[in-house]
């Protein structure tokens, strides 16, 4: 029995849309602790904890069902995302909990490459994995609660971008368009090929640690103003929280790094869930009047694993982008912040 026959939905496009997470939210009665400097009702994605002047905790926690059948592969996936949102906000993980659900009927040695894969992907980061938890379940599910380190003077929040900033992805979008086609064991239609170069380009991309990217970051402390990950509410949603209430993040389409097929995929009517509760909830915030319909689908795709979002000083952007690209070879500068319009995101 496989991975993917005991899922009803797979990575990041599993998220609860982003409207509904905000109403439940909102109705929450939490402790207010001046030490949490960072906390849910901001949309970040990380809570920060300050313990001192220059010392501060960072903690997350992410876990989803599988994309893929491989479970090693899975379990690199599920981890990289889970450590992105330490990177995005300008930490650095030190421990990381397994979180584990599991259908009692599969064979154990496939949980055991799960956890495997996760392991590996913390070696990678430099990451302890010091415990964790499981539990029976009718889907396989699995992630990491992550806990990191940060100086509270230089935490990237996800709204702090300027108005003339650049802004640069560093890893290419489509990723959800892709797994819907490998989940649907799609074969030709016509040109339409879901081809194993597509499928290994989407999951190189998910496993690859965001670590590199953020390391470029320290050689530009007064530079970096905004950064988030891109994950399951797609770039349109990421980019309306990081232009916040007094920005518009324009954004140039032709610019946009996209995995192979995924175009295509959109262009031929794929879609997903997730993709259409990002779409519902963007309405009336984001302007896409001259984009053409494929490429819509392609801003609202939920990423699993995705790159980071960064608003940089426009002068130090082109030298950043440089930077980046040794380890992450799609980064690109796709826009800038301006002031505020009737949108707060405008894709041209």
């Not at 990041?12 to 509904?20: D, S």
């Not at 009665?29 to 501060?56: I, M, Q, S, T």
């Not at 609660?145 to 990237?156: E, K």
């Not at 980071?308 to 952007?317: D, I, T, Y």
Request: glycine residues 10%.
């Amino acid at each position: 029995m496989s991975l993917l026959s005991n899922c009803t939905s797979g990575g990041c496009g599993a998220k609860i849309g982003p409207g509904e997470l905000g109403d439940i939210l909102s109705a929450l009665c939490v402790k207010n602790d001046p030490a949490l400097l960072v906390g849910f009702g901001g949309r970040d994605d990380a809570a920060v904890y300050k313990l001192g002047e220059d010392r501060a905790l960072v903690s997350t926690v992410d876990f989803f069902s599988p994309m893929v059948e491989d479970p090693f592969l899975f379990g690199k996936i599920a981890a990289a995302n889970a450590l992105s949102d330490i990177y995005a906000m300008g930490g650095k993980p030190l421990f990381a909990l397994n979180l584990a659900c599991f259908p009692e009927k599969l064979d154990k040695k496939i949980l055991g490459e799960i956890l495997a894969g996760g392991a590996a992907k913390a070696l990678e980061a430099d990451t302890v994995i010091a415990g964790g938890h499981s539990i029976y379940d009718h889907e396989p599910k699995y992630g990491l609660a992550v806990t990191g380190v940060i100086d509270p003077r230089r935490i990237l929040r996800n709204d702090g971008c300027k108005t003339g900033d650049a802004l640069i992805l560093t890893k290419a979008l489509g990723v959800g368009l892709i797994m819907a086609a490998l989940r649907g064991e799609q074969a030709a239609q016509g040109e339409l090929t879901l081809t194993p170069q597509m499928v290994k380009a989407a999951t190189d991309s998910m496993e690859r640690l965001n670590r590199y990217a953020a390391e470029k970051f320290s050689s530009y402390p007064e530079a970096v103003h905004a950064c988030t990950d891109v994950t399951g509410f797609g770039l349109g949603v990421h980019a309306s929280e990081m232009a916040a209430a007094g920005h518009t993040l324009l954004i140039d389409s032709a610019s946009l790094p996209l995995l192979e097929g995924a175009l295509g995929f959109a262009e031929n009517y794929y879609a997903t869930a997730a993709g259409q509760r990002n779409r519902n909830f963007l309405k009336g915030k984001i302007d896409i009047s001259g984009v053409p319909a494929a490429l819509q689908e392609i801003l609202f795709d939920p990423q699993t694993s995705g790159g980071l979002l960064v608003s940089v000083a426009a002068e130090s952007a082109r030298e950043l982008c440089d930077a980046i690209r040794q380890d992450d070879p799609v980064v690109a500068i796709i826009g800038e912040v301006v002031e505020r319009e009737d949108a707060a995101v405008v894709v041209v």
